[in-house]
């Protein structure tokens, strides 16, 4: 089974600018989650798609979004990008709720100049 | 959400065991105890999870207190490549439920 992939897997990006990463979970898993990951504030939770509908959110502003389609294949959005965007956005997949482990893929490096 | 504890890093030998312990003194009955590690430039990898018996399988072993408010995962026998940060989590088993993670314990192996 092929694992969780993310595209791009670097973006150079200018503040001000909008960002759209992708995320194809692992063929079957109908859950997929994002986090942000930087040395400052570790590994945060940004939000989670269930069947195409967010059932939990982190505390991020609103200028980060998402959206799962009918395919399970997710994406995130972050509009009006700031320097502090900088950071490994990752995503991971799982079969169903809580219970569930959840496979990462290998994260997208974005940087914001 | 509950919190976990862990040491911000520990040592170990290759080829012995290595105990890494969590404290979860706030955990709920519906929380899963999820450990995941973190290899350098790789996404977090899970490892094991349990609810209250003890769990083996073929990565590690996690010991489970029996009042749930701590946990230890064991790696039986490290190698070099165990070299990560491990997270220890609470998960709940709900249908809205999101991974916290703390800041983990960074794991050195000496050969």
């Known amino acids: 089974k092929a694992g969780v992939t993310q595209t791009p897997r670097y973006l150079i990006k200018t503040r001000g600018q909008q960002v759209t990463l992708s995320c194809s979970p692992i063929?079957?898993?109908?859950?997929v989650s994002w986090y942000q990951q930087t040395p400052g504030q570790g590994l945060q939770f940004l939000f989670e798609?269930?069947?195409?509908?967010?059932?939990n959110k982190g505390n991020f502003p609103g200028r980060f979004s998402g959206r799962q389609f009918s395919n399970s294949r997710s994406e995130m959005n972050v509009s009006t990008l700031e320097l502090g965007d900088s950071a490994l956005y990752l995503c991971?997949?799982?079969?169903?709720?809580?219970?569930?482990?959840?496979?990462f893929g290998p994260g997208t490096r974005l940087t914001v100049t | 959400d509950a919190k976990t504890t862990q040491p911000n890093s520990m040592e170990s030998n290759e080829e012995e065991p290595v105990h890494l312990p969590c404290n979860h003194s706030?955990?709920?009955?519906?929380?899963?105890i999820h450990w995941y590690r973190q290899l350098p430039s790789q996404g977090p990898e899970y490892v094991i999870h349990?609810?209250?018996s003890n769990v083996n399988n073929r990565m590690a072993s996690l010991a489970i207190a029996e009042d749930r408010k701590s946990s230890t995962l064991i790696l039986h026998r490290a190698t070099l490549r165990d070299a990560a940060v491990y997270y220890c989590?609470?998960?709940?088993?709900?249908?809205?439920?999101?991974?916290?993670f703390g800041s983990g314990t960074r794991l050195s192996i000496r050969p």
């Open positions: 991971a997949s799982s079969g169903g709720a809580g219970s569930y482990e959840q496979y």
């Open positions: 798609y269930f069947s195409e509908t967010q059932r």
């Open positions: 706030t955990i709920s009955g519906t929380d899963y």
């Open positions: 989590i609470l998960r709940a088993y709900s249908s809205a439920s999101k991974i916290i």
């Open positions: 063929s079957g898993h109908r859950s």
């Open positions: 349990g609810l209250t």
